[in-house]
T-cell receptor, first 112, second 115 residues
Framework: SQQGEEDPQALSIQEGENATMNCSYK?????LQWYRQNSGRGLVHLIL?????REKHSGRLRVTLDTSKKSSSLLITASRAADTASYFC????????????FGPGTRLSALP | ETGVTQSPTHLIKTRGQQVTLRCSSQ?????VSWYQQALGQGPQFIFQ???????GRGNFPPRFSGLQFPNYSSELNVNALELDDSALYLC??????????????FGPGTRLTVL
């Protein structure tokens, strides 16, 4: 079963708008990562946030982590058409790879 | 673009056949993980190799097996293919230390179709 669950499943916005995606998980984690995937290709790592961090920024990306609510959010500011992709959160909950779990993803469409 | 490569890009097999997928990890990485991604789903962890040994396995049957070589490249073998094995297979390399997963760098994937 998948631990990370992204919300919403799909999101359509206009270029220039901000996009917010949420991720919830069930068990304790070491870190949480966000990845992007363009049309069935390989995943691209966006940002990693550790369990003792609350917020991280990378360019137009802002990630927050609330371990008490077991949730994270990814904010993409001033979206571009090139941001159109699927976004996945993945949680690392232990010492072995079987604890690295991806959610089903959010499909973002940034319309020109 | 990451330094992780996978071959082949696409593959068509029939039910019951066997398949081998290959992955070359990024330079300096000693850990390779394999994932299966069905259409419209997130990747599902198959197994991980660290320093040539299996270091964790997801909920996949024994007909999914793998190898890691001294240069840290890796193979995924699937025997007795079933229709449900049709998926995108992704490998990811990382700098591991006993299996803890930090940032993973993914290859472009192999699209397997089982007819």
């Amino acid at each position: 079963s998948q631990q990370g669950e992204e919300d919403p499943q799909a999101l359509s916005i206009q270029e220039g708008e901000n996009a917010t995606m949420n991720c919830s998980y069930k068990t304790s984690i070491n870190n949480l990562q966000w990845y992007r995937q363009n049309s069935g290709r390989g995943l691209v790592h966006l940002i990693l946030i550790r369990s003792n961090e609350r917020e991280k920024h990378s360019g137009r990306l802002r990630v927050t982590l609330d371990t008490s609510k077991k949730s994270s959010s990814l904010l993409i500011t001033a979206s571009r058409a090139a941001d159109t992709a699927s976004y996945f959160c993945a949680t690392d909950g232990g010492d072995y790879g079987q604890n690295f779990v991806f959610g089903p993803g959010t499909r973002l469409s940034a319309l020109p | 673009e990451t330094g992780v490569t996978q071959s082949p890009t696409h593959l068509i097999k029939t039910r019951g056949q066997q398949v081998t997928l290959r992955c070359s990890s990024q330079s300096g990485h000693n850990t390779v993980s394999w994932y299966q991604q069905a259409l419209g789903q997130g990747p599902q962890f198959i197994f991980q190799y660290y320093r040539e040994e299996e270091n964790g396995r997801g909920n996949f049957p024994p007909r999914f097996s793998g190898l890691q070589f001294p240069n840290y490249s890796s193979e995924l073998n699937v025997n007795a293919l079933e229709l449900d094995d049709s998926a995108l297979y992704l490998c990811a390399s990382s700098r591991g230390a006993g299996g803890r997963i930090d940032t993973q760098y993914f290859g472009p994937g192999t699209r397997l179709t089982v007819l």
